[in-house]
């Protein structure tokens, strides 16, 4: 009877070890997933962090210097520049960088870039901004 029962516990050894090794191998898989998914998440997050602030400082500065040379020109009054210049730069201050989880992020970016291109038409500008991963590509 021993004999039959060992030969039992073999034979279901033989059966059961495709789903023991099919369990083992998903558990394997899924922390391995899931560690290259972490790691290439923060990679693609940098990145994509890193263009929209590097897009948002080119605007900052652009609104900046345009606002003081504006300012320093006493040969016409530029209101209508002016104000849209500090509401350009009022949106940008009130920019949540450091929340990633603000759900209204990408919608106030775009209002931001149209903020820009008004400004660039009022100030007669062709406005322009690329970034190339090569080297930096900033035109108006």
């Known amino acids: 009877m021993e004999a ?3 030969a039992s516990d073999v034979f279901d050894a033989i059966v059961m070890a495709e789903e023991r ?3 083992e191998g998903y558990q394997e898989g899924y922390a391995e997933g899931s560690h290259v998914g972490v790691i290439e998440g ?4 940098a990145l994509h962090g890193a263009k929209i602030g590097s897009e948002i400082g080119y ?3 652009f609104a900046l210097t345009w606002q003081r040379l504006l300012n320093r020109s006493a040969e016409e009054k530029p209101s209508k520049k002016i104000k849209a210049l500090e509401s350009l730069i009022g949106m940008i201050q ?4 450091e929340d990633p989880t603000y759900d209204k992020l990408h919608e106030d970016l775009e209002k931001i870039r149209g903020k820009f291109k008004q400004v660039c038409s ?3 500008i062709q406005s322009e901004f690329r ?3 090569e080297r930096s590509a900033l035109t108006f």
């Open 21 to 23: 090794f099919h369990g």
């Open 42 to 45: 923060r990679r693609y997050g």
């Open 131 to 133: 970034i190339n991963p």
């Open 59 to 61: 605007y900052l500065g």
């Open 4 to 6: 039959a029962a060992g």
């Open 94 to 97: 009130k920019y949540p960088y």
């Open 122 to 124: 009022l100030l007669n």
